[in-house]
């Protein structure tokens, strides 16, 4: 059985900063992409940031420059480092991770979620 379990979150002043980490366990895994999504209150689901198994980084222009993807393969986790900080990223973070399934195609799994409030 997957799970996916985030962390990290919180109340942060305008400019300060928060890691996120969101940890993957179970047996047998392999991993292909693992990323951050977001949704604030009122709007859509957003990709944030996102890691692919090939190495590549991609993050959305909004946080271009201020947040930052990682993973640890080692560790089966994935961190999203967010600097400079600012309200309109205020909303709920969600980490989504592709697990290699028995017909050899990815299946997403997401977390449960890790709330940052931006606010002074």
């Known amino acids: 059985q997957v799970q996916v379990v985030e962390s990290g979150g919180g109340l942060v002043q305008p400019g300060g900063s928060l890691r996120l980490s969101c940890v993957v366990s179970g047996s047998g895994l392999s991993i292909g992409a693992m990323g951050w999504s977001r949704q604030a209150p009122g709007k859509n689901r957003e990709l944030v940031a996102k890691?692919?198994?090939?190495?590549?980084?991609i993050t959305t222009n909004s946080v271009k420059g201020r947040f930052t993807i990682a993973r640890d393969n080692a560790r089966n986790t994935v961190y999203l480092q967010m600097n400079s900080l600012k309200p309109e990223d205020t909303a709920v973070y969600y980490c989504?991770?592709?697990?290699?399934?028995?017909?050899?195609?990815?299946?997403?799994?997401w977390g449960q979620g890790t709330q940052v409030t931006v606010s002074s």
């Open positions: 989504k991770v592709g697990i290699l399934t028995m017909g050899s195609r990815y299946e997403d799994y």
């Open positions: 890691s692919t198994s090939g190495g590549a980084l």
